[in-house]
T-cell receptor, first 116, second 115 residues
Framework: AQSVTQLGSHVSVSEGALVLLRCNYS??????LFWYVQYPNQGLQLLLK??????LVKGINGFEAEFKKSETSFHLTKPSAHMSDAAEYFC??????????????FGQGTTLQVKP | GAGVSQTPSNKVTEKGKYVELRCDPI?????LYWYRQSLGQGPEFLIY????????DSGLPNDRFFAVRPEGSVSTLKIQRTERGDSAVYLC?????????????FGPGTRLTVL
């Protein structure tokens, strides 16, 4: 069975500082990996996804993530944090691929706080 | 265009009551998913539909939970004999198809509180 671990339930950075949100997964097959963002009182919004090909994936709002198979990681980064980035971030992995269903398995989430 | 909508946005009910939660997916999306998000946790899969049929309901916690999608569009999640532990945000998502690479678009959720 696949699983996702997000290291750090809360991350606090200063405006303009680097954002690094960590995600590790376990999977017996090549994974498809996703990062979603959830703003207060809104639905989850896809930031980026890795399926195949280039391991460095660029998403919306200046975020990017790198798939590292050897480390089973898919950490999310942004060079310079904005106040508007304050939200909850979820890493997710698709189902084991045997059924090709798209069912997502989520991590527990990381709350990003951006200080002025 | 319109996104995924869910009604009601909030539902407060008493223990033992029956509730229905509605999801309107994006027009033309064939796949529809239900997830449950408890406080401080990530969403957990409940069930998904391809068209009208429930292709995988392995995430439904017990037989008090049931979902339908009779015409392949709107879906209703039904919970019988609600318990306090059912309190959570229920999320619906739709995608163009069932491919693993298809993006799931989420609604804002229904916050269910069982007193």
């Amino acid at each position: 069975a696949q699983s996702v671990t997000q290291l750090g339930s809360h991350v606090s950075v200063s405006e303009g500082a680097l954002v690094l949100l960590r995600c590790n997964y376990s999977s017996s097959v090549p994974p498809y990996l996703f990062w979603y963002v959830q703003y207060p009182n809104q639905g989850l919004q896809l930031l980026l996804k890795y399926t195949t090909g280039a391991t460095l994936v660029k998403g919306i709002n200046g975020f990017e993530a790198e798939f590292k198979k050897s480390e089973t990681s898919f950490h999310l980064t942004k060079p310079s944090a904005h106040m508007s980035d304050a939200a909850e971030y979820f890493c997710a992995v698709s189902d084991d691929g045997s059924s090709n269903t798209g069912k997502l398995i989520f991590g527990q989430g990381t709350t990003l706080q951006v200080k002025p | 265009g319109a996104g995924v909508s869910q009604t009601p946005s909030n539902k407060v009910t008493e223990k033992g009551k029956y509730v229905e939660l509605r999801c309107d997916p994006i027009s033309g999306h064939t796949a529809l998913y239900w997830y449950r998000q408890s406080l401080g946790q990530g969403p957990e899969f409940l069930i998904y539909f391809q068209g009208t049929g429930a292709a995988d309901d392995s995430g439904l916690p017990n037989d008090r939970f049931f979902a339908v999608r009779p015409e392949g569009s709107v879906s209703t999640l039904k919970i019988q004999r609600t318990e306090r532990g059912d309190s959570a945000v229920y999320l619906c998502a739709s995608s163009p198809g069932l491919a693993t690479t298809d993006t799931q678009y989420f609604g804002p959720g229904t916050r269910l509180t069982v007193l």
